[in-house]
Structures are given as C-alpha cells and as structure tokens.
C-alpha cells in the first residue's frame, strides 16, 4: 500500500492541493518500507486524483481537502483521511499502527467551487 501524506516541512498540511510537497510511504506487511518527498506538480481542479493515482497511491493523508476533491480521489480509488495534525513521521507511525484520528478537515481559505470542506474518510489497510 501507498500513502501520500500533504506536507509543510515536517508537518501534515493543512490543504492536500496547496502543500509544498507530498511524502509518500509505501507500506508493506505492517511496516514502512520506503519513503519520498516528491514537490507539489500544481494544484489545478482534478490534476492531483489522476496524479497521485499513476504514481500507485491508495491513500491520501491532508489536514484539509474539499468534499469534491475528495470525491475525485474515490472516483480514482483513493482514500482520504483529513484532519489530520502534526508531523509527518507520527502520522504515517499511526497510521500504520491503525491509530490515526481524522477529524473535521481544516482547510482555511474560502472553498468556492469546490465544497465547504468538510469531512472524513478513512483508509481500507490492504
């Protein structure tokens, strides 16, 4: 399995599509097995799914993400957990321990055309 975690630094960040970089983790028998920071290619409606999709990801990781963005994810067949807070290392940690809280997401900018930017989802372990 392969997570994608929306990252600022060290931490989780607040918006999927407008974070600096992704880091992805790839998962296997209940352990990390790799892990890569790759930079954000754009944030354009409908770019990210297709993305993260061709580059084998099951899961995204955001403190934030529209309600139709994550729409787009599930036609993609990727999961989405929001609310998350912290740094990245503990989430991905909890996450594979089947820890990891989601919660209210926490995009904070205005969500025009794409939602009000509530909810949660949670990611089927493989």
Known sequence: MKIAVAT?????AQHFGRCPEYTLAEISDGKLQSKTVIPNPGHEP??????????GVDCIIAGGMGPRAQQLFSQHRIQTIVGVTGEVDRAIQDYIAGQLQAGESLCDHPHGGHGDGHGSGGCRHK
């Open 8 to 12: 600022d630094g060290q931490l989780v």
């Open 46 to 55: 409908g770019f990210l799914p297709g993305y993260l999709a061709n580059l």
